[in-house]
């Protein structure tokens, strides 16, 4: 009987992920690179044989790396996940008490998010009259029109929008189906984008857009880092602008403008309404906490 190690349970136990818990392809994704970075640093551990003690040299690892905690969780959550499915689903007996395996608290962080000025000036450095910055542009105004999440907006196809209505179904974190609306620029310009197109595939965002490409795809998160690098650079933005800076400029605005905290929720797809005010009612205050700082301090 061949031993159960990490690396020959790791396929199987992301196949079950996927069908069972229906988690998104960019977390197996995720999950499989966090699995081969873990053979690769602790070791090709049997099943049986597993301790905190790897679970320890793990963790020292990834500090030593200085990863965040963010990143540290994941990967203690995808272990700790194979461990379980290890001992329900192939009854596997375990020495490890899996609940021993404590994740990393995260620490509360300011969200960033840019101001109108720069969001203007991020804007006007992409060069949309070739085809892959008017992908970029389109992606961008998406972003910024409609909240969604980077996987929520790449998942859409070209017949998934209702351009009547300004809105599309997506499948949203923890596989639950919600609507999301685009602003009329957004429209715009995913309209632009697919007069433009000449090949024939459903994603709304793929890598290629000729008819004689026979290797186009749907365009992935990790494809769009260098040109969001580019742009903020060209623009002189300072912060660190990503898909999910762009979501929390969608949100952020929205509260600046006095929406209510319940539909930010909705809009933004947040299972719970501690999530949106958690991230959200602080910079309203800091921002009312500003005004307050120039219209009263006299000297």
């Known amino acids: 009987m061949v031993t159960k190690t990490v690396s020959n349970t790791a396929e199987e136990y992301l196949m079950w992920l996927q069908v069972e818990k229906r988690f998104a392809n960019s977390s197996i994704v995720s999950y499989r ?4 970075s873990f053979i690769r640093d602790v070791g090709d551990i049997p099943i049986e044989q597993f301790t905190m003690g790897e679970i320890y040299k793990l963790k020292q690892v990834l500090f030593e790396r200085n990863n965040s905690e963010v990143f540290i969780g994941v990967c203690l959550a995808c272990l700790k996940g194979l461990l379980n499915y290890s001992k329900t689903q192939l009854l596997i007996p375990l020495k490890i008490d899996t609940d021993l395996i ?10 960033t998010y840019l101001s109108s000025d720069e969001i203007q000036r991020f804007r006007d450095a ?3 009259r070739k085809i892959h910055g008017l992908r970029f542009r389109t992606l961008v105004e998406t972003l910024l029109g409609s909240g969604m999440r980077i996987s929520e907006a790449l998942s859409l196809n070209r017949n998934s929008i209702d351009f009547t209505t300004k809105e599309a179904k997506v499948i949203g974190k923890g596989n639950k189906e ?6 009329d ?4 310009w995913i309209r632009t984008y697919l007069e433009r197109r000449t090949d024939e595939h459903e994603a709304l965002f793929v890598t290629s857009f000729s ?7 749907r365009l992935r998160n990790q494809d769009n880092t260098k040109y969001f690098k580019t742009v903020r650079n060209k623009a002189g933005i300072n912060k660190k602008v990503t898909p999910h800076c762009l979501r929390h400029c969608f949100a952020s605005h929205l509260a600046f ?12 797809g947040h299972e719970r309404l501690d999530t949106t005010i958690r991230y959200y009612v602080g910079l309203t205050d800091k921002l009312k906490a500003k005004n307050a ?6 000297y």
């Open 33 to 36: 690179s966090r699995l081969k």
């Open 178 to 183: 919600r609507t999301v609306f685009f602003s």
């Open 293 to 298: 700082h120039e219209q009263y301090l006299h």
């Open 102 to 111: 404590r994740m990393p608290t995260r620490p509360r962080r300011e969200v």
């Open 185 to 188: 620029d957004s429209i715009h």
């Open 257 to 268: 403008n006095n929406c209510p905290f319940t539909e930010i929720k909705t809009l933004c």
């Open 211 to 217: 008819l004689k490409d026979a290797g186009v795809r």
């Open 126 to 128: 992409i060069d949309a």
